[in-house]
């Protein structure tokens, strides 16, 4: 049993007192029931974690040749700075600043390009979306795309380094 006990001064008065005692064991009891009962009724928060799409282990995509992308079976997505995302469905020799072209994130546009570039692919099955950051893009544009990608129901998709010839376009459309 916890105590607290105090005397009192040896003075003048001829009458002597008895030292209080404090028991501190029921308030240690009430500590102890408040912890417990703020553990128990607390609720955690569960992380909200998005699922990427990810390919199976035992394929090796690099050096199998069907997975060759052809330009009308992708559409390739490039994240700016200031919110600004561009498309294109180009490769190295074809890409200008005509083919680049540019669309914000308000309503479902980027989910309309998607859906657009799906419908012409020739081989559906292989459509891939390809995201492509720059040094200047922001995560929430990041998650933004991938939201429309969610929305648009597509599964294959790729996230990589801009390429040296998309980036010097971008560069010339962003001066």
């Known amino acids: 049993m916890a105590e607290v006990i105090a ?20 308030m240690v009891d009430l500590g102890f029931l408040l912890i417990t009962f703020f553990m128990f009724t607390t ?19 690099i050096h199998n040749p069907k997975n060759f992308i052809d330009k009308r079976n992708q559409v390739t997505f ?22 680049l072209k540019e669309t914000d994130f308000g309503g479902i546009k980027i989910t309309k390009i998607i859906a657009k570039a799906y419908n012409n ?25 991938l939201d429309n990608i969610a929305i648009s129901k597509k599964e294959r998709y790729g996230i990589t380094d801009i390429k040296p010839w998309e980036k010097k376009v971008y560069e010339e459309l962003t001066k």
Do not use: C, W
């Open 78 to 99: 490039i994240l700016g700075k200031n919110d600004r995302v561009f498309y294109h469905q180009s490769d190295a020799e074809d890409l200008n600043k005509r083919n």
């Open 121 to 145: 692919a020739p081989k559906k099955e292989n459509f891939t979306i390809i995201i492509k950051p720059t040094d200047d893009a922001n995560y929430k544009n990041f998650v933004d795309v």
């Open 43 to 61: 609720n955690f928060t569960k992380p909200n974690v998005m699922d990427l799409g990810l390919p199976a282990k035992s394929r090796d995509p």
């Open 7 to 26: 005397q009192e001064k040896q003075g003048g008065s001829k009458q002597r007192k008895k030292p209080i005692r404090v028991d501190m064991t029921p």
